[in-house]
């Protein structure tokens, strides 16, 4: 077990108390704060790739070197944690999350490992138990493709209501995609919102039918908007209690900062008050989720870099253009293998995201769209590049393609080409390679899904990342997935696109900080930046890759100060 030379640990302080080993501190040397001594330490940084110790001073890091040459930062005062031999690395950086969701996830049914829809109606069932007739029933995280076996009778491996109707017959139901992108309603929740056999399918959405018409329960899209009266009366969740159940979770996982996918001005002033009084202990880096005339209006306002001692940062700007492959909602160049008379959901115009570019250029902002179908890829770096033409004055703009899933073999290399960050997500990879192959067809799945290493080998820019609460927010299940792309059956999903331990080492740290323009500050172990880091149970450079997943997070440290610690 890594030890700790202090009387006590106290998460979220510095720890200020005094060092059993007497150390004088090195002539006209100020002393360090905190040193991390006796371990392996992992910088990224190719100038001084590995190191023994480092050193903090206040929130920097001040010294990385053998164990002597930081022993001459620690004197009495300094609080030491003694490594044995373990692995320190930069602290990792979610790359693309729904930070309030992450919290929310938390206050609902949790589906996620559910193994069949009878398991989804049994906690429903007893869920109603411990409610009032009426109360809203909430829940987030199933997969029809993850059920074993699958329901009967079935719509695309989709179930009908009438088994969750029947548990539920005076509490809606609405259960939210493990992507995020459909909903399950039972019949009270689509009575109250006023769906029958005749109501349209929305722009951008679809409501599944039976033979005759008749909604299943299955709303995709935007069509989930349509249920929005179902919880009308419901107590909203306490955004404050997300954001604390939300921070918790990351740091226990070794996160030190999160690229937060999306959230409203009401969000971002919550986030910059947690900020001002003391409670956010992670870092934020946030784009902004509104409409075009909302942007117009207010959206240059809420413009800041650094906010806080680099805890708040709000410089992007997200849009969604397309849905999600499971639910079958990503905007394919060509129909679904395992749906011809499909090519997925456009859900937001290219002419309103093209709206959107102009505004984020003319603004300094970064764009960050959601595009997940080749499709949807290829529109979004059209849309990107009209804009950079249209502006040659306009440089290094970073601006960004969430989740980058499936893309057309010509589109490659226009992520190098034009500079735009492909932020991923390894950890769907092997989430959803179960169903790939059946969606898009053996060559277009071997040719553009998931290809991180063809995108690096152009040049392209890779980052890591989650998508929590669409899966766990641990980064080490990600990099497991991204070094791997091992399935839980053993296979593997083509293993030409794996990468190395370093390089998706470098896609949480370094790159991730690159997509964000925080490099400067973060993302590697070195003299000046952030002493934001994670310390590890294994050595996930070297180790078995099969051990990968069992490792644990000792500390996560932010700004010098341990935010989280496995003892405690």
Not at 163 to 187: C, I, Y
Request: hydrophobic share 40%; aromatic share 6%; charged share 20%.
């Amino acid at each position: 077990m890594v030890g700790m030379r202090t009387r006590s640990t106290l998460v979220g302080v510095y720890l200020s108390m005094t060092v059993i080993l007497s150390f004088g501190c090195g002539p006209g040397l100020e002393p360090a704060d905190l040193v991390l001594h006796n371990g392996k330490i992992v910088t990224v940084d190719d100038a001084n790739p590995e190191a023994q110790a480092l050193a903090v001073r206040g929130n920097e890091i001040v010294a990385v070197g053998t164990n002597d040459e930081v022993d001459a930062y620690r004197s009495e005062m300094t609080t030491v944690i003694d490594l044995d031999g373990r692995l320190a690395i930069p602290g990792f950086i979610e790359g693309h999350g729904h930070f309030l969701g992450v919290g929310n996830a938390q206050m609902q049914l949790r589906l996620m490992d559910t193994q069949n829809w009878e398991e989804v109606v049994s906690m429903v069932a007893a869920a109603v138990e411990q409610v009032e007739p009426g109360q809203l029933i909430r829940g987030r995280g199933w997969h029809q493709e993850k059920w074993d076996p699958l329901p009967e009778p079935n719509i695309e491996g989709f179930p009908f209501h009438d088994r969750l109707s029947e548990v539920s017959p005076d509490n809606p139901v609405l259960l939210t995609h493990a992507s995020g992108h459909a909903t399950f309603a039972n019949a009270r929740a689509m009575e109250m919102s006023g769906i029958t056999r005749n109501t349209p399918n929305p722009d951008g959405g679809e409501i599944l039918r039976d033979s005759r018409n008749n909604p299943i329960g299955v709303f995709r899209e935007t069509a989930s908007r349509l249920l929005s009266a179902a919880s009308a009366d419901a107590t909203p969740p306490d955004p404050r209690r997300q954001v604390e159940l939300a921070v918790a979770e990351a740091l226990s996982k070794g996160v030190t900062s999160f690229q937060d996918a999306g959230s409203s001005f009401e969000t971002v002033d919550l986030l910059k008050s947690m900020v001002d009084d003391g409670s956010l202990g992670i870092r934020l880096w946030v784009m902004l989720r509104e409409s075009n005339e909302a942007l117009a209006v207010r959206g240059a306002d809420y413009r800041m870099v650094g906010y806080g001692d680099n805890h708040l940062t709000v410089r992007a700007i997200k849009r969604s253009i397309d849905g999600a492959l499971g639910s079958r909602g990503a905007w394919l160049l060509e129909p679904y293998s395992d749906s011809p008379e499909s090519t997925g959901l456009n859900t937001t115009t290219p002419e309103s995201i093209g709206n959107t570019a102009a505004w984020a250029i003319a603004n300094d902002f970064q764009l960050c769209v959601h595009a997940i179908g080749d499709r949807a890829n290829r529109e979004t770096l059209d849309i990107f590049q009209r804009a950079f033409e249209a502006n040659p004055d306009k440089s290094d703009l970073r601006w960004r393609d969430e989740h980058t899933q499936h893309l057309h073999p010509d589109d490659i290399p226009r992520f190098a080409e034009l500079g735009v960050i492909a932020s991923m997500q390894g950890v769907h990879c092997t989430s959803d390679a179960p169903y790939v192959v059946a969606r898009l067809g053996e060559e277009r799945a071997e040719q553009g899904a998931y290809v991180w290493k063809t995108l690096l080998e152009t040049g392209a820019v890779v980052s890591n990342g989650t998508d929590a609460p669409v899966e766990d927010v641990s980064p080490l299940a990600s990099y497991y997935a991204t070094v791997s792309r091992k399935l839980a059956d053993g296979s593997v999903f083509y293993p030409d696109q794996r990468l190395s331990r370093l390089e998706a080492l470098q896609t949480y740290t370094i790159n991730a900080a690159f997509a964000a323009f925080e490099e400067d500050i973060k993302g590697s172990l070195s003299v000046g930046k952030l002493a934001d880091i994670t310390v590890l149970s294994k050595d996930v450079m070297t180790i078995s890759e099969d051990e990968i997943p069992s490792t644990e997070v000792l500390y996560t440290i932010v700004g010098g100060k341990v935010m989280y610690s496995q003892s405690n």
